[in-house]
Every structure is written in structure tokens, then in C-alpha cells.
């Protein structure tokens, strides 16, 4: 018997490196280890996004058609969305009677997201019925396939602490039944945005992977290098090269990579030069889920296919769960 695995995330738009090479690269990999269950959060989006939803349709396809050309498969994987799993709603609501108000208040993550809010909207700003339940609906999610593990970055540990405590509380006052899921911690963020931040839509620094090959290239020459380096053959410093030398360390060979140090170190090598050929790199470790993500474009059917016959399956597994969960409740 495989051990299981839960993770999802919100439907926030096109992915990018980031997500690729910090998140979906490692879900892949589980793929074939575990019994997986992959969705997409489209309720978690409703707490702070309940008043924009007009896009939530079209990001929930888009983060879908990624992971599918990531290699995401629905053969191996259970690939689902939230929504269209309600059981996982009945369970929410037999955990939210047994969390303490003051478990989530607490959360940290919850916190952020508020000062987020707050500073977003004004003062007057409240949190929402729906945002304080962020982490009991998470614990549904994880609960409701009886999850082992539940990869994440370190930014969400703090949610499953709670998903823990709530595990904990369920078994003691219906006794075992829910196993302690475990977080699996992706590596995070490898790799920093264009401009040396942190990769993220909304600072305009990261690559997509859906963008074209000519788009990244444009993109790639903008990155930050060696800022002392003014002529290409002035003496470079490829530990102080910002993000292209850290580009070429993730995505170059060991060769490759000693060569553009000691090219660059000697001044052998030109910025602009380095970033065209990095640009080149990059684009070719794409181009096979490029390829294959407009196909799926093309076949968006596809797409809407997959989404609907994994939810269809997701379900089977989450109404055995709740038929239990109700027995053990003692519901009539
Ligand atoms: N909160 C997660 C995020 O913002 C998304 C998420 C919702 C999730 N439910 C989950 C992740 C269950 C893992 C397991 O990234
Ligand atoms: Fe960075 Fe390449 Fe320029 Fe050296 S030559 S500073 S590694 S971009």
C-alpha cells in the first residue's frame, strides 16, 4: 500500500519558474512513489478574492494546462479541483465544530494574510467568516484523502501544525481513524526573479513557463549581473553576477558553468553575450513542456476532461472517507 500525498495551490494565474522548479518538479517525482492527490484551491482563492472572480475559471485552466505539461499525469496522480469535491466541504464542517477559535487566530499565516488585506483595502477592511476558516478548510483538503504527507514551502508548515492539532482532536473525541499528516518541505525558492527579489507575478521579474522562447530570451538580458563589470572585458566577478551566473548554476552543466566563470573571471566573456547563451539554456530545458503545454492549449477539451474525470475519482475516495467520518460522528 502506497502512502498518500495531498498538496494543491490557489489559482493565482500562469505559473513560472518558480512554481516549476521549486514545487511541480518535486510533486512529479512523488508521482510515482506515492499515491497523489494534486488540486487546485479555488475555494482558498474565494477568501481573499470573493470579490474577483471573473478570472478564477480561466486561472484554474491555465494552472492546470502547467502542471499537465510539466508532467503532472492523470494516470499516475489523482488531478482534481476543489469545488467540484463537496465532500471535502461536509468534512470542513465537522472539523470547524471541533477547532478552538483561538487555534486559528493564532495561525501566523493567517496573520500575514490580514496585515496583507488591511493594508490592501484601508483600515475598514474585515476578515472574513471564510478567511478565519483558511486553515480548517486546508485541514479538509488534507484529511479528507487521510493524507501521510502534504508537500509545501516553509510558508505553510505553520497550517499544517494546525491540521495536526485538529487530526489529534478528531481521533481523541471519535477515536483513531485520521493519520497526522506530515509536511514534505519543497526546496524552496531556488531561484530568484530577473531583478534579484524573490520570483513573483506581481514584481514583474519572472519568466513563465508558458511564455515563448523569444519572450524569455528578451527577458533573460534583463537580468541583474556583475554590477562592477562596465566593458566586456573588464575583469568580471561571477559570485557577485546577481542572477545570470545564479541562472546558469541551476540550469547549466558543471562544464558549462566553469567555463562562464573562468571566461568571465578573465574577461573573456561579455555580459550581453553570457545572457543570449543563458537565454538559449534555458529555453531548451523548456521547450519539451512548451511543446507540450500548447498542445494542451489547443486541446483545452482536454484539459476540462481530465479536470473533470479526476474530480469524478477524487470523489469515489473522499465519500468512503466521509461515510466513515459520519459513522464515527455518529450522524444519523
Ligand atoms: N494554502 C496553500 C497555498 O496557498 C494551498 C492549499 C490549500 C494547500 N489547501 C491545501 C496546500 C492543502 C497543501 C494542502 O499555497
Ligand atoms: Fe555574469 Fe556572465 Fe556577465 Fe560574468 S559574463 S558577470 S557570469 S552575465
Redesign the pocket.
Known amino acids: 500500500m502506497k502512502q498518500t500525498i495531498?498538496?494543491?495551490?490557489?489559482p493565482t494565474g500562469k505559473l513560472h519558474l518558480g512554481h516549476y522548479l521549486g514545487v511541480i518538479q518535486n510533486w512529479v517525482e512523488l508521482q510515482d512513489k506515492y499515491d497523489c492527490y494534486f488540486f487546485v484551491?479555488d475555494w482558498?482563492a474565494l477568501t481573499t478574492k470573493y470579490d474577483k472572480t471573473e478570472d478564477l475559471r480561466q486561472n484554474t485552466l491555465d494552472i492546470l494546462t502547467d502542471w499537465l505539461a510539466c508532467g503532472i499525469d492523470p494516470e499516475k496522480s489523482t488531478i482534481y479541483v476543489q469545488s467540484l469535491v463537496p465532500e471535502i466541504a461536509e468534512l470542513n464542517i465537522y472539523l470547524g465544530m471541533i477547532t478552538p477559535q483561538n487555534w486559528v487566530e493564532r495561525d501566523p499565516c493567517l496573520k500575514d494574510m490580514a496585515k496583507i488585506l488591511k493594508t490592501k483595502e484601508g483600515q475598514a477592511s474585515q476578515i472574513n467568516f471564510g478567511l478565519m476558516g483558511?486553515p480548517v478548510?486546508?485541514s479538509s483538503?488534507?484529511m479528507m484523502f487521510n493524507a501521510d504527507f502534504?508537500p509545501?514551502?516553509i510558508d505553510?508548515v505553520a497550517?499544517i501544525e494546525i491540521t495536526r492539532d485538529i487530526t489529534r482532536r478528531f481521533n481523541n473525541l471519535y477515536g483513531e481513524f485520521f493519520h497526522e499528516a506530515q509536511p514534505l518541505l519543497n526546496h524552496c525558492s531556488l531561484i530568484c526573479g530577473l531583478d534579484g527579489n524573490k520570483m513573483g507575478k506581481s514584481f514583474h521579474n519572472d519568466i513563465k513557463i508558458s511564455d515563448t522562447a523569444e519572450v524569455t530570451s528578451k527577458k533573460v538580458m534583463t537580468a541583474i549581473t556583475d554590477r562592477s563589470r562596465l566593458r566586456k572585458d573588464d575583469l568580471g566577478h561571477p559570485d557577485e553576477c546577481e542572477v545570470a551566473f545564479k541562472y546558469w548554476k541551476i540550469f547549466g552543466s558543471e562544464d558549462e558553468v566553469n567555463t562562464v566563470r573562468c571566461e568571465c573571471e578573465k574577461g573573456q566573456r561579455g555580459c550581453a553575450q553570457c545572457k543570449r547563451q543563458l537565454g538559449d539554456k534555458i529555453n531548451s530545458r523548456l521547450a519539451e513542456i512548451r511543446e507540450k503545454r500548447k498542445y494542451y492549449e489547443n486541446h483545452i477539451d482536454e484539459v476540462e476532461k481530465i479536470i473533470n474525470e479526476g474530480s469524478a475519482k477524487a470523489r469515489v475516495k473522499a465519500k468512503e472517507i466521509l461515510s466513515q467520518v459520519r459513522k464515527l460522528v455518529k450522524m444519523y
Open positions: 495531498v498538496s494543491g495551490m490557489r484551491a482558498h483558511y478548510l486546508m483538503d488534507i502534504v509545501v514551502g505553510q497550517h
